[in-house]
């Protein structure tokens, strides 16, 4: 599974951005897909879970702190996962990661449960 971000970019606090996760060889409905992050100076951190989607796409999963700012969808058509971020705060500024999970039976929130990587794509969120 190759899998690209884009729609990175640079907005003011407050603002909104979507990021895309197109899949190159493989299916987004065939995973679990999860969004995570990594904030600037947390090279040496694992990256953070934001959110996630379910292989067959009736649920989602978020971080607390995502909570009712990032929503996550998917056009099967596009072989496209979405993550929209709304009410962005200078704190979300990051570089943006997806990832697919070949266990379908979960929602993994952790680096280790997901299988295949993009490339990440960055957000900066100025004040």
């Known amino acids: 599974v190759q899998l690209i971000e884009t729609g990175g970019g640079t907005v003011q606090a407050g603002g909104s951005l979507r990021l895309s996760c197109e899949a190159f060889?493989?299916?987004?409905?065939?995973?679990?897909m999860g969004w995570f992050r990594r904030g600037p100076g947390k090279e040496r951190e694992e990256r953070e879970f934001v959110g996630a989607i379910t292989w067959n796409g009736d649920k989602t999963y978020y971080a607390d702190s995502m909570k009712g700012r990032f929503t996550i969808s998917r056009d099967d058509a596009k072989n496209t996962v979405y993550l929209q971020m709304n009410g962005l705060k200078t704190e979300d500024t990051a570089t943006y990661y997806c990832?697919?999970?070949?266990?379908?039976?979960?929602?993994?929130?952790?680096?280790?449960?997901?299988?295949?990587w993009g490339q990440g794509t960055q957000v900066t969120v100025s004040s």
């Open positions: 060889v493989g299916r987004v409905s065939d995973y679990t």
């Open positions: 990832a697919a999970d070949l266990n379908r039976l979960r929602i993994g929130t952790a680096e280790f449960e997901y299988d295949y």
